[in-house]
C-alpha cells in the first residue's frame, strides 16, 4: 500500500546525454547532483529488485544507442 503511494507521488525521468561536452548547464546539473548526492535521505528506502531495475535500464539505454 505504501509502496503505491509513494510510486504515486515520485516520477523517474530517463534522459539520454551523449557526453558531457559542451553541453549548456552540465556544470549546474553536475552540482546540484553532487550536493544531492550528499544531502541526508528523506523518507523511507523503496526496495526495487536489482535485476528488474537494471534490466529496465539496460534496455532503454540500447534503444537510445540504436536511435542516435
Known amino acids: 500500500m505504501y509502496k503505491a503511494e509513494v510510486a504515486g ?4 525521468v530517463l534522459v539520454w546525454v551523449p ?3 559542451s553541453i549548456r548547464g552540465n556544470k549546474a546539473v ?8 550528499e544531502a541526508e535521505l528523506v ?7 536489482c ?5 529496465m535500464i539496460d534496455c532503454w539505454l ?3 544507442h540504436l536511435a542516435s
Not at 9 to 12: D, G, I, M, P, S
Not at 51 to 55: K, P, S
Request: a positive charge; glycine letters at 10%; aromatic letters at 6%.
Open 9 to 12: 507521488r515520485n516520477k523517474v
Open 19 to 21: 557526453g558531457h561536452f
Open 30 to 37: 553536475d552540482q546540484l547532483a553532487k550536493a544531492r548526492s
Open 43 to 49: 523518507g523511507p528506502v523503496v526496495d526495487v529488485s
Open 51 to 55: 535485476c528488474l531495475g537494471r534490466e
Open 62 to 64: 540500447w534503444d537510445q
